[in-house]
Every structure is written in structure tokens, then in C-alpha cells.
């Protein structure tokens, strides 16, 4: 079964600096989102991207926080400035159409210090 | 968007029959009824979808009754490997699939 691939799986930065988290979504899905999950908490829509461009974001996705698809194959979440709270597993995922069961990464766990 | 609700935890053993029911009172016409798998550390997984009737693939059955304001998935023969929390969505108008609380499944030996 094809797979969406995150990198890397675990991620420590301190509070204050900027993390990059990379998905490779599958090959020929069109709608891409980011995901997080606090530990013990329900999982949480960030952000959706269709057509090289955000179409729905979160209250969660403010101005710290951006997403890329850099050259048709990676898609990045930046967040700009870390802060404690933003310790989270992120997820990524990919649909091919809007309606399409999504396929999700095994996740990015990023510890703020 | 069409609001689930699901029992927080459920627990059941080996071998038996799992049935988790949803209801999703203000489902919309077009929406579908999916439902996604979680372990500990992992992405959600697909399941099941359906729109109405009787679903049924590989690991699972889902239920949707005629008025679809609630569905039932239907895992035969759990093993200890299918504890897992058990996520159902109903896209009410809204195309983001959003996630609640799930349900904690735990198979006990």
C-alpha cells in the first residue's frame, strides 16, 4: 500500500526556534493537511492544501505557523517560533480527491524545551 | 459540520464481536461515514466508509440504518492487536475531516 512518509520521527528544539517538519505525500493526491495531536488529546486539523495553496486553516494555524510545497513532491510545516505548547505529534496527510479517505504519516513528535 | 458522538471506552476479549455505534444526528445529505483506526504513536488508519446500508471489507462491517443519523462498525473476532482507539467522521458540509475523542477499545486475553 502506498505510504506518506515524515521526517524526522522525533524533533527536539528549544523554545523560540524555528522547526521545519517534512512530509512526502503519495505520488498522485491532490489535497494535503497537517494534523497534531497532543498526548492524550484528540487529534487536531491544522491546515489543508490544494492547488499550491491553503484552502482551510485551523484557529490553531496562526502567523507562527506556515506550509509549503516546495517542489511537487515535499510538503513542509514551518512554525516559526516554537513555543512550549506546540509540543505535539504532527501528522501529516493526503487524499486524492476531497471526499477520498486520507492517508496519514507516522507522524513528527517535536519536543519544545 | 456534522458532530459525532461515540462512547469514550469500550472494552471486550478475544475472539468476541465489537460493535461501536456513532450517532451523527445532523448528517448531511452527501456526506459519507468514515471511520479510522489509531495506535498509540501512530497516524489514524482508514477503516470503513459508507454511505448507507451495509459496508463491508477485509478487517470490518459498518451499519448505516435508513435515516443515517447514527452507523455501527462491526469488528469480528477482535484480537489483542485490534485495541485501539476507533475514530468515526461525517462530513457535515464541511469537506475537513475532523476528528473527536474516538473510542478506546481494549481487548483483554
Known amino acids: 500500500e502506498p505510504e506518506v512518509t515524515q521526517t524526522p520521527s522525533h524533533q527536539v528544539t528549544q523554545m523560540g526556534q524555528e522547526v521545519i517538519l517534512r512530509c512526502v505525500p503519495i505520488?498522485?493526491?491532490?489535497?494535503f493537511y497537517w494534523y497534531r495531536q497532543i498526548l492524550g488529546q484528540k487529534v487536531e486539523f491544522l491546515v489543508s492544501?490544494?492547488?499550491?495553496?491553503?484552502?482551510?486553516k485551523s484557529e490553531i494555524f496562526d502567523d507562527q505557523f506556515s506550509v509549503e510545497r516546495p517542489d511537487g513532491s515535499n510538503f513542509t510545516l514551518k512554525i516559526r517560533s516554537t513555543k512550549l505548547e506546540d509540543s505535539a505529534m504532527y501528522f501529516c496527510a493526503s487524499s486524492w480527491t476531497v471526499d477520498e479517505k486520507l492517508f496519514f504519516g507516522s507522524g513528527t513528535q517535536l519536543s519544545v524545551l | 459540520l456534522a458532530k459525532t458522538t461515540q462512547p469514550i471506552s469500550m472494552d471486550s476479549y478475544e475472539g468476541q464481536e465489537v460493535n461501536i455505534t456513532c450517532s451523527h444526528n445532523n448528517i448531511a445529505t452527501n456526506d459519507y461515514i468514515t471511520w479510522y483506526q489509531q495506535f498509540p504513536s501512530q497516524g489514524p488508519r482508514f477503516i470503513i466508509q459508507?454511505?448507507?446500508t451495509k459496508v463491508t471489507n477485509e478487517v470490518a462491517s459498518l451499519f448505516i440504518p435508513a435515516d443515517r443519523k447514527s452507523s455501527t462498525l462491526s469488528l469480528p473476532r477482535v484480537s489483542l492487536s485490534d485495541t485501539a482507539v476507533y475514530y468515526c467522521?461525517?462530513?457535515?458540509?464541511?469537506?475537513?475531516?475532523?476528528f473527536g475523542r474516538g473510542t478506546s477499545l481494549i481487548v483483554h486475553p
Open positions: 505520488s498522485n493526491h491532490l489535497y
Open positions: 467522521l461525517a462530513r457535515g458540509g464541511s469537506y475537513i475531516p475532523t
Open positions: 492544501f490544494y492547488n499550491n495553496e491553503i484552502s482551510e
Open positions: 459508507g454511505y448507507k
